[in-house]
């Protein structure tokens, strides 16, 4: 049955319409209020005409959401009910260039300028991702009232016209695809639009801002204008003054002699140069997503700190896209999180099945009276999984995106972000935790459904945020950049906040799909790993463990002081460890081992256990690290019985799990 709209309506069951802000032969926008995240949205009603079209609709949505720019209107989410679809976006309170031209006729040559040279960015940003618009005219310009123009409805108009072909435009009949006044010559004798054809609709908007009428001239019937782009007839600009060069330009019939996106930024902003406060706010813009950011100096790598340190250091960040190994850089002002948060993220997950030698895990499940764990809550969590809460393409609109599942720690996942080369600029990493942070008054802390969300400020290239779920456990999003070019890293972090959250909402975080197999170390706790005669060969060292990391995949021991002697076993993942130290024989697998990696009292063991292909086709080790430090002792003495240690773990290990 059909859906009609109206005030108090849920879109989704999150999105309820307040009032309509906008009409157009596309689609009803109505402001809407987004329950989840408390925000307020403009949503597009939009009616394909078949399924094909709907599915033409989702995938343009899906390209929009890409575009990351000062000048584009941000795409949300797109909603199937019925025979309606409904894209979210970004709410920018603004009048369309349509609406200030019918307000106060023919915009001066300056105004019109700064908005062409606006929304040309624009252009030449979503030209780069591949993403061509098809129906930039007056309405789908945005203008706020301080001047910053914002382009939206990427692809809507297209995908709603029938499938694009040679004869796409039926002149015949009279049926265009496209405003006739703004349509490019060649789409208006059949071509599909591309970006040259962009490049026209804008000059003819701007045209039409400054001259009062479309370039074709002014009738009463839309052939009219039809028939003026079929002959490449138009109209030289007669007002433009500063501005008749660039229209002239990108007005030109022939696409090959047009400028394209960047070159038209580059006419239109020469003639007409923005406001001061518009060059501000696109450089704000652009310092928030990172571009032009200079590179960082510390490379880091995942491990847990000594006890002195209190805290997890990432230390280098492992890609694990194309075999290779990549390393995301973070500045040194990074390891200054320490006072808050960072420790989390190097807790571990586990899964809940049976154990050999009587290591069974403990469960921290706690579901409701009805047997189910409440809608937020991480529940289980050996079986928790966290790249149920993660998402690539929820993200795509920072660059290219791909999900890493065993990236590192096996209770984390990660999407990373990488540039038009293929290298990864960015990563927005989710941990599990069930440590529960705390914080001072001066973090902000709010409530979203059935959850909180606590974020920090930024701290160099790394911005963290907080999920604490109603089982008082937290999810750790952490949002990471590297280089010229990269988002910036608390917008990266938000975005993933916002896609967890609304799985958050629908119930409580999904499980893992697979059981993991009868030899990984997932089925082991790592406290039962590492027996009271193996710990005795460390002086020192208390016997009962210290700390126990997320569902006992991490596992450390300390001396009373916390100083003189320390062990850490952690369960974790890579795809290479030829860099992590020397080659070592340790029980008889060849082993890695970093002398003064924590410190020049400490050495650190890197083990593989197993090698198996990860759920997107990446090979991957499964190995533990073992970090061993006995102070005033010689690194080689500490070496030395760092692989002693190491090797009783693996001893252990293969009592405990069956023959690989």
């Not at 001047?147 to 265009?176: C, K, M």
């Not at 990432?314 to 948060?341: S, Y």
Request: overall charge neutral; aromatic content about 6%.
């Amino acid at each position: 049955m059909p859906v009609t709209p109206e005030a108090g309506y849920r879109v989704g069951g999150r999105y309820r319409l307040q009032e309509p802000i906008g009409q157009g032969g596309m689609g009803v926008v109505w402001q809407a209020r987004d329950e989840l995240l408390d925000r307020r949205v403009a949503v597009k009603c939009a009616r394909p005409d078949d399924a094909k079209a709907a599915q033409r609709l989702k995938k343009e949505a899906r390209y929009a959401a890409r575009l990351h720019h000062p000048n584009v209107v941000a795409v949300f989410d797109y909603v199937a009910e019925g025979d309606a679809c409904w894209i979210v976006m970004e709410y920018v309170p603004s009048r369309s260039l349509a609406q200030l031209m019918a307000e106060r006729g023919p915009l001066s040559p300056q105004e019109a300028g700064s908005i062409g040279g606006q929304i040309a960015a624009a252009l030449a940003k979503s030209h780069g991702e591949g993403v061509v618009h098809g129906d930039v005219t007056p309405e789908n310009i945005l203008v706020t009232d301080d001047g910053v123009a914002r382009l939206t409805d990427f692809g809507i108009a297209r995908a709603l016209w029938s499938e694009v072909t040679q004869t796409g435009t039926h002149t015949t009949t009279g049926t265009v695809r496209g405003k006739p006044r703004y349509l490019a010559p060649e789409v208006a004798k059949g071509k599909a639009p591309d970006a040259k054809a962009d490049v026209f609709s804008l000059g003819a908007s701007l045209f039409a801002a400054v001259e009062g009428r479309s370039p074709y001239g002014e009738f009463e019937h839309v052939m009219g204008y039809l028939a003026r782009a079929l002959e490449g007839h138009v109209d030289a600009p007669q007002q433009a003054g500063p501005l008749t060069a660039p229209l002239t330009a990108l007005l030109q019939v022939e696409p090959g002699n047009r400028p394209d996106a960047g070159e038209a930024r580059s006419l239109l902003t020469r003639a007409a140069p923005p406001p001061a406060h518009i060059q501000e706010y696109v450089q704000e813009h652009q310092r928030r997503s990172g571009q032009g950011a200079a590179q960082a100096t510390l490379r880091l790598r995942p491990t847990l700190a000594l006890p002195s340190l209190t805290m997890w250091l990432p230390r280098k960040l492992r890609g694990r896209l194309t075999g290779r190994r990549r390393a995301l850089t973070v500045t040194a002002a990074a390891l200054a999180v320490a006072g808050l948060a960072i420790g989390l993220l190097a807790l571990f997950g586990a899964w809940p099945f049976g154990h050999k030698g009587g290591t069974g895990h403990r469960s921290d499940a706690k579901p409701s009276a009805t047997g189910q764990a409440q809608a937020g809550a991480l529940g289980d969590a050996p079986s928790a999984d966290p790249c149920k809460v993660m998402d690539a393409a929820s993200l795509s609109r920072f660059g290219h995106t791909e999900l890493a599942p065993a990236y590192g720690q096996l209770s984390r996942c990660d999407v990373l972000v990488l540039n038009s080369g293929g290298d990864e600029i960015a990563d927005a990493e989710v941990d599990f935790s069930s440590d529960l942070q705390q914080f001072d008054s001066d973090v902000a802390v709010r409530k979203v459904s059935n959850v909180e969300v606590a974020s920090l400020k930024r701290d160099g290239d790394q911005c963290l945020r907080f999920i604490t779920t109603p089982d008082r456990k937290q999810i750790v999003v952490n949002g990471k950049r590297d280089g010229t070019g990269a988002p910036d890293p608390c917008a990266l972090s938000d975005a993933a906040v916002d896609y967890a959250v609304t799985v958050l909402d629908k119930g409580p975080v999904p499980r893992r799909s697979a059981v993991w197999p009868a030899d990984s170390l997932g089925r082991l706790d790592a406290c039962a790993v590492l027996d009271p005669a193996t710990l005795k060969k460390v002086p020192g060292l208390e016997l009962r463990p210290k700390d126990h990391g997320f569902a006992d995949w991490t596992c450390d021991w300390a001396s009373p002081d916390g100083q003189s002697a320390y062990v850490q076993l952690q369960f974790t993942q890579d795809n290479d460890l030829s860099d992590n130290g020397r080659p070592a024989r340790v029980a008889g697998t060849t082993s890695y081992v970093s002398p003064k990696e924590e410190g020049d009292d400490s050495c650190v063991v890197y083990t593989p256990h197993r090698t198996f292909t990860d759920s997107v086709g990446e090979r991957t080790i499964e190995l533990f690290r073992l970090t061993l430090k006995e102070q005033g002792q010689q690194n080689a003495k500490v070496c030395d019985d760092a692989k002693s240690v190491a090797g009783a773990a693996v001893q252990n290990i293969e009592k405990r799990l069956p023959a690989k």
